[in-house]
Each structure stands twice: as C-alpha cells, then as structure tokens.
C-alpha cells in the first residue's frame, strides 16, 4: 500500500545514508504503484461498462453549454460537457459556493463552469442509483 508515511520514511533513510533500505522501500512502493494502476484500469472499464447499461443515453441533452438528463421529475445534472464530448462519460459538477461570481467545477477533468442557468441551477442532480439499477439489470 502507497502512503505518504512511506515517502517521508524513504525521504528519511536517503538522508541517514541507508540506502540499502531506501532501495527496498522504493521497490515496494514501485510494485504497490504498478498495483493501483492495474487497479485503477479495472475500475475504469467497470465504470464504462455500466455508464453503457445505464438507461440515460436517449435522455441526455446540453443546456446553456452545460450536460443534463431529462428525467420525468426534470433535469438531473449538470454533468461535465468536456469529459462527455471527449468518452462520454457523465461527470457531475460540483457546485463551488453560493456567491454571484461561483462556478461548478468538474473533480475528473478540474474544469470551471459558470452557474449562469439561473432557472436549473437549484435542480441539483441525485446520485444515479447504480446499484438499484444493477439489481434490476441482475448484474
Ligand atoms: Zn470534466
């Protein structure tokens, strides 16, 4: 497991000139990275497997330069335009503040949008239920 305790310990060994120590802790933390990322590559594909079952593909549509799927009880959203146009995947935005000047922000891609769709800004979306809809799917 990668933490940062283990980088201020090899920052700690490097500096008292154990490098024999240091160059086992940097192994383990080499194998533990190549860990995360098989990891993290296996989380992906399960992510984009079910953004395609999940029902919303028909139901998406962009309002004031922004993503947003039409539900029965109105726009859930908004989601990130540039991760959707790019894989299409729907990334929630955050809402930064209440203020006059504050913007949503994307936590995938770190992009900024203005509020400025006064009329939905306040239909925050919900968090889609992933795993009702596996259920209903039997996944
Ligand atoms: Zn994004």
Not at 68 to 84: Q, R, V
């Amino acid at each position: 497991m990668i933490s940062n305790a283990a980088f201020t310990e090899l920052r700690d060994l490097l500096r008292s000139g154990e490098s024999e120590k240091a160059r086992d802790l940097l192994l383990a933390l080499q194998a533990g990275y190549f860990t995360l990322m098989e990891e993290i590559q296996h989380l992906q594909l399960r992510v984009h497997t079910f953004e395609e079952l999940l029902p919303v593909a028909g139901h998406v549509c962009t309002r004031n330069g922004l993503v947003w799927i039409e539900t029965e009880a109105g726009l859930k959203g908004p989601f990130c335009p540039l991760c959707h146009s790019t894989d299409g995947s729907l990334i929630r935005l955050e809402d930064e503040g209440a203020e006059a000047d504050s913007q949503w922000h994307c936590p995938s891609c770190e992009a900024h949008y203005p509020h400025g769709c006064p009329d939905t800004d306040r239909h925050r979306a919900v968090v889609l239920p992933f795993q009702k809809t596996c259920r209903k799917l039997g996944l």
